[in-house]
Each structure stands twice: as C-alpha cells, then as structure tokens.
C-alpha cells in the first residue's frame, strides 16, 4: 500500500521560508515519479514543482521557478520543497504525488498522477 505522508506547512509572513517534507512507502523510490501541487480555496490543483521517475529531470512552474527548490533523499524515502521569498499568493494546500508510470508530457497534469498524501496547508501573509 502505497503512503504519502506531507509535514512542514504553516503561516509564515511574506518573505519568510517553509520547507516542507514528504515521506514516501510502499514504491520503489528511485524509480517512482514525485512531484509538488498546491490548490488555493476555489481553485483548480496546480502543478509546482517535479522530479521524473528516474530523478534525472526536474521542473518548475513558472510561478515558483528560482524561489522554490524540490530535492529527494533516496536513502529517507523522502522529498522535499524549500520555500524562499514565499508571497501571499503562494498559500494553498499543498500535495505530494507520486506515480510510478507517469510519462514526460502528463508530469504536469494533476489528473495523471496516481497517488496522493493528504496535504499540508501553507499560510502566506502580507
């Protein structure tokens, strides 16, 4: 049974950093796709950041690109997303995926990945 388990939300002002973590079980990690969403209230769920299943290839949003940082630690079974220079607009949710077969051209889209922890809510104030 695959498991991902999201830490490290919460409020922080406009400036302020957040790491957050999540530890993954019940896949093979370094061969398993993971990646970072987020979905604000009323909003759609919306690709972050992302790593590809062999870790070879990563990628941003445009929104986050130079601010965020995703890395993985194979040995921890365990991803992370820094968070620098965080702005109110970046509050949301946010999910850790992961899915073991997802191709290149669908890593982006919230729809194609097949597992999902249960979110960890990050606070942005002005």
């Known amino acids: 049974q695959v498991q991902l388990v999201e830490s490290g939300g919460g409020l922080v002002q406009a400036g302020g950093s957040l790491r957050l973590s999540c530890v993954a079980s019940?896949?093979?990690?370094?061969?398993?796709?993971m990646g970072w969403f987020r979905q604000a209230r009323g909003k759609e769920r919306e690709f972050v950041a992302v790593f590809s299943r062999t870790g070879g290839y990563e990628n941003y949003a445009d929104s986050v690109r130079g601010r965020f940082t995703i890395s993985r630690d194979s040995a921890k079974r365990a991803m992370y997303l820094q968070m620098n220079d965080l702005k109110p607009e970046d509050t949301a949710v946010y999910y850790c995926a992961a899915d073991r077969s997802i191709i290149s051209s669908s890593l982006y889209n919230a729809d194609e990945w097949d597992y999902w922890g249960q979110g960890t809510q990050v606070t942005v104030s002005a």
């Open positions: 019940g896949l093979r990690f370094s061969t398993t796709a």
